[in-house]
């Protein structure tokens, strides 16, 4: 092993170029991988800390499954129940704060703006908790406005014993006086304001709900008596409850799972695509070492010394290249979560905190980062210790490979991509999309017969452009000459360039349907917008008043509200958007796939819902199907009777009943987001003025011009959209890496061929000349493949996307243009260095080169 680890690093350590570049393609897809998956856990993290806080430390919850309320006369069933030593109801609610709300200083940041309102029975908590108060006394049950706080809040808001403070409700502003003061909170979680249950439930609009009963139990009993009392608790409330910890944010979950697969498939690409360039330069390093190789094999060495001999050196760049790509990962990390904590505040008033580091991402990334590299040695180790000494020994000739029929991993590769063609049209969203990485992996295969006729077309142009000097056929020749070595480095251009132009198609369709959507849904005068339009649940609403109130104004003609419940289907969690069936239409809308407006109307006459993409697909339903929606104390049968979608909830499940339907079946009366129009030719000034008047008593609300609030969120997915680009855009630098290693070899390879050319009289700008010509044909074979491979796998992206966010194919005429400036102008850099280095090579020590 000493041996191996010697004759490894000397060689590493003596071709400095070649070593860096290939170190360089496992530091990308590191970087790739191990940056972009910190993301998704730190906001896994905040999410934690800001909206769910500390569960405690009772024995058992009793909960909704979909975390919503339920009636509190459920408390009466446990009461009787053999083993419980102690229960508490409780309605627990995570609240969004408007901006410096209860602070009131802007200067100092946003101190407080989450928390949690919970409303508990004084005497049955305390039973199950101890609340040391270290001022002023603990709630009690004839309390009303009465509050208990921790001291780092009140140090937060000011406040001491006895002073009150002002919270949103539903119920307009409620001035809550503090009478007791907790120690200070040491664990992370939100900040809690304790109140009495009814007064919680008046201030949420939860009149005789809760949403949790905390259970403790007698102690000291053993495991099999836990287990009975469990399944005693579980017959008592029956199966439409959940007993064990609470499920809140869900569905936010759910997002973020989904986000961190599409994360992943990046780094995943990018590590492949380092794979390949590692594969390419093994392969041409065995092949130029052979003589090197035939000499250690005659001085005693073993096919085993030879073996180990190149996978030490794909292990030694697997860890460093994977260390410093950790490093460089993270700070990528940290830099989009820098760049994006303020947009992700905007929709969610979620504070983000610092990079989160997970031990499984740590050993994943070293173990692909370092995997891949060991895995593309291993097939070159393998043939270079097959080479006998004597062969090695011999003087050997430039490989040629002059092969015109189809190879059998050609024959494969159209096959493959025959495959990916029936998955396009099997119209399943999961083959859709596996249908086009194996359209992919076909061009890959199929790529070195390819190679010549595409050299050729464009070796014409070349030959044109570079007619007086006779370069672009000895350029073309020197690249047909190894097809397989140039086909695998324009396979990794082909994957970078493949995913500019998909991203192109994809971001192209989401613009235009997206835009539709936004005109749709949030086209109205004015929009009323709580602090978070993504975690509605979130979101202190308001009561029917408050629409009665806006209604009131002269000028204003129709007001359209929105609320909100969580239900489950089929094991599914899925969000209802109660609306008037009558006075939504007037106000926003749906954009209808399957179905029209006329859907509205059998809203109001029965229980009937018209769900997104998402929701079916989750539910594995299809329009005019049935549906059991999990209520708080019983399921309840709806139909779907359209397939629709708007702009804020399009990649969420949801489904859209009436408020009717809502109020009946979930109990929930309570306005989260409002929308209305003028009558024409009325005030807007005067009308506006009347409406914030109104909107006083209910801060949690924004009133915004809709044109404005349009243009607001255009504007943020335009960022957003760019953003997407430059992350595509980053992903072809695999691409130049390849072309500038694959380059950088073969003017080491032909150092002798280089020379020859020198001694009949080319001059040093005919070799910068042919090794440019070669880059570009380079280049353009990747580029061809690449945007063959891209509009097919944009094409089954939108038709795998679609079936959750219905939308259109936009031809990708931008990203094609991208693809194509990217591909070349990675040919012409990646020329560079090895141009210069064959035009600066000595004609006499090249001549002498073996």
């Known amino acids: 092993m000493n041996l191996q680890l010697t004759l490894a690093w000397r060689y590493l350590s003596g071709r400095k170029l070649r070593t860096f570049l290939t170190t360089l393609a496992v530091v990308f897809g590191v970087l790739v991988l191990f940056g972009l998956n910190i993301i998704i856990p730190t906001i896994v993290a905040s999410v934690d800390v800001n909206f769910l806080g500390l569960a405690g430390t009772v024995d058992y919850t009793v909960t909704s499954p979909t975390g919503g309320s339920f009636p509190e006369g459920l408390i009466n069933s446990l009461k009787d129940v053999d083993g419980i030593r102690a229960l508490s109801p409780k309605l627990d609610r995570t609240v969004n704060l408007p901006a410096d709300f209860l602070d009131k200083q802007p200067s100092k940041g946003e101190a407080v703006s989450v928390l949690n309102l919970v409303g508990i ?19 009690e049950s004839g309390d009303t406005t009465s509050a208990v706080i921790s001291e780092t809040l009140a140090d937060a808001i000011g406040v001491k014993v006895g002073e009150t403070f002002p919270l949103p409700t539903v119920i307009g502003i409620v001035n809550l006086t503090v009478v007791g003061i907790l120690p200070p909170r040491t664990q992370p979680g939100n900040e809690e304001i304790l109140v009495t249950l009814p007064q919680a439930q008046l201030m949420t609009g939860e009149t005789g709900n809760i949403n949790t009963i905390d259970i403790d139990i ?3 009993v053993s495991d099999q008596r836990r287990t009975e009392i469990m399944g005693n608790i579980k017959a008592a409330v029956g199966s439409n409850y959940h007993v064990g910890t609470p499920l809140n944010g869900s569905d936010l979950f759910v997002q973020l799972k989904v986000g961190q697969k599409i994360l992943n498939i990046f780094g995943i690409l990018a590590l492949f695509m380092g ?5 390419n330069t093994f392969r041409t390093v065995v092949a130029e070492r052979r003589r090197d190789i035939g000499m250690l094999r005659a001085l005693g060495a073993n096919r085993n010394t030879i073996l180990g001999m190149i996978l030490v050196e794909s292990l030694l760049q697997g860890l460093i290249g994977t260390a410093i790509g950790m490093v460089l990962g993270y700070l990528l990390g940290a830099g989009v979560i820098m760049f994006s904590a303020p947009l992700i505040s905007s929709y969610m008033n979620l504070k983000l905190g ?10 994943l990334s070293v173990l692909l980062g370092v995997g891949v590299t060991i895995l593309a040695g291993i097939i070159p180790a393998w043939n270079a210790s097959t080479v006998s000494p004597l062969d090695a020994l011999r003087p050997s000739v430039a490989e040629v490979d002059e092969r015109r029929r189809p190879s059998a991993g050609s024959i494969s590769g159209i096959g493959i991509m025959v495959l990916s063609v029936l998955a396009l049209l099997s119209g399943n969203s999961s083959l859709v999309a596996l249908g086009g990485f194996l359209f992919l992996v076909g061009l890959v295969l199929i790529a070195p017969l390819l190679v010549r006729p595409i050299a050729y077309a464009f070796g014409r142009i070349l030959g044109w452009a570079y007619a007086r000097r006779g370069i672009g056929d000895l350029a073309r020749g020197n690249l047909t000459r190894q097809p397989s070595r140039a086909a695998v480095t324009a396979s990794s251009t082909m994957l970078g360039l493949a995913v500019i132009v998909a991203a192109g198609g994809l971001v192209g369709s989401l613009i235009g349907r997206s835009y539709d959507l936004l005109h749709k849904n949030l086209g109205s005068d004015y929009l ?5 339009v993504q975690v509605w649940q979130t979101n202190v609403g308001a009561g029917p008043g408050f629409a009665d109130r806006l209604r009131s104004v002269p000028e204003v003609a129709d007001v359209s509200t929105l609320r909100f419940a969580v239900s489950q289907v089929n094991g599914a969690t899925i969000q209802l958007m109660g609306i008037d069936p009558m006075e939504f239409p007037k106000v926003s809308g749906l954009v209808f796939t399957q179905g029209d407006e006329s859907a509205y109307g059998a809203l109001e006459a029965g229980r009937d819902v018209i769900a997104n993409a998402a929701f079916l697909s989750s539910a594995g339903v299809k329009v005019g199907d049935t549906v059991n929606l999990v209520a708080p104390a ?3 049968t709806y139909r779907v009777i359209a397939l629709a979608s708007d702009f804020t909830n399009s990649e969420q499940p949801t489904a859209y ?3 009717a339907n809502l109020q009946a079946d979930f109990g929930v009366t309570t306005d989260i987001f409002l929308q209305l129009n003028l009558k024409p030719g009325s005030d807007r000034a005067a009308a506006e003025a009347q409406m914030r008047a109104i909107a006083l008593d209910f801060p949690q609300f924004h009133i915004i011009s809709g044109a404005s609030y349009f243009e607001t969120i255009k504007t943020e997915m335009n960022a957003v959209f760019a953003g997407m680009y430059l992350l595509f855009a980053f992903l072809a ?3 130049l890496i390849a072309m500038l290693n694959t380059l950088a070899i073969g003017v080491i390879e032909r150092t002798r061929e280089i020379g020859m050319i020198r001694a009949v009289g080319a001059t040093r700008g005919q070799i910068v000349a042919m090794v440019v010509a070669e880059a570009l044909l380079l280049a353009a074979i990747g580029t061809v493949l690449g945007l063959a491979g891209g509009l097919y796998l944009g094409f089954t992206f939108v038709q795998a996307f679609k079936l959750v966010f219905p939308m259109g194919y936009n031809f990708p005429a931008a990203g094609i243009v991208a693809a194509i400036i990217i591909g070349l102008l990675a040919g012409a850099a990646a020329a560079v260095i090895p141009a210069r280095q064959a035009s600066r090579l000595d004609i006499i020590a090249a001549l002498q080169y073996e």
């Open 121 to 139: 029975v004084p005497d049955s908590a305390r039973s199950l908790r101890s609340y040391q108060i270290m001022s002023g006394r603990f709630l």
């Open 218 to 220: 007698t102690a000291g």
């Open 275 to 279: 794979g390949f360039i590692i594969f």
């Open 354 to 363: 610092n990079p989160v580091v997970t031990p499984g991402l740590v050993g």
């Open 528 to 532: 009323l917008v709580p602090p978070s």
């Open 634 to 636: 019983r399921s309840q």
């Open 657 to 659: 009943i009436s408020q």
């Open 733 to 735: 630098v695999p691409s």
